[in-house]
């Protein structure tokens, strides 16, 4: 089993749509939650990170995280078609030498259709 | 917006060729890291750095090697290349006095070995 599970999708929605993505985890060390977003041949580009459970909110995009249930969720409203890309998931827990690992998901694929 | 660097961003090469895929940051940061990701598929970390002369393995076993002798360098290098290595590469920085370790990715570097 993964430690960490994302729904590959893909995803289509109608521009203006509200976007649930979500993944779960199952390694109660984490405690840096992020995500990140990946247009086509880009490299990964961080959006959000939030530190323990709790809402985090920047513009259209809200990221949640219930260290009880080992889940966290990214919500984007009033969707755009400029946000369709790869979203990634990634937790952090610790490598030696105080640098931390992040683990990924594999990735939603999110199409926003105008 | 992150200022980390790949190049090239696109290598077509031949079996047995050395490669090395560059990689700088210009923002200081102490840690580095080497990430593989095939098409569809969750990151891998192969190789970090949590600063000058020390190199880690990562979760991802890789033929590769890298090194840091600067800071703001960290090459990867491939002393024979495979068909199997056929990947795209990215390389990350991040700053441990933040307490996140948050990671920013470069462009990445699309290999492709026949």
């Known amino acids: 089993q993964k430690e960490v599970e994302q729904d590959p999708g893909p995803l289509s929605v109608p521009e203006g749509a509200i976007v649930s993505l979500n993944c779960t985890y199952s390694n109660s060390a984490f405690q840096y939650f992020m995500w990140y977003r990946q247009y086509s041949r880009k490299g990964p580009e961080l959006l959000m990170y939030?530190?323990?459970?709790g809402n985090k909110e920047d513009g259209r995009f809200t990221a949640q995280v219930d260290k009880s249930s080992k889940y966290i969720s990214l919500f984007i409203r009033d969707s755009q078609p400029s946000d369709s890309a790869t979203y990634l998931c990634a937790m952090s827990g610790f490598l030696s030498g105080s640098a931390r690992q992040l683990t990924f998901g594999s990735g939603t694929q999110l199409t926003v259709l105008p | 917006e992150a200022d980390i660097y790949q190049t090239p961003r696109y290598l077509v090469i031949g079996t047995g060729k050395k490669i090395t895929l560059e990689c700088s940051q210009t923002m200081g940061h102490d840690k580095m890291y080497w990430y593989q990701q095939d098409p569809g598929m969750e990151l891998h970390l192969i190789h970090y750095s949590y600063g000058v002369n020390s190199t880690e393995k990562g979760d991802l076993s890789s033929e590769s090697t890298v090194s840091r002798i600067r800071t703001e360098h960290f090459p990867l290098t491939l002393e024979s290349a495979r068909p199997s290595h056929t990947s795209q590469y990215l390389c990350a920085s991040s700053d441990s006095s933040g307490g996140s370790d948050t990671q920013y990715f470069g462009p990445g570097t699309r290999l492709t070995v026949l």
């Open positions: 939030t530190y323990s459970s």
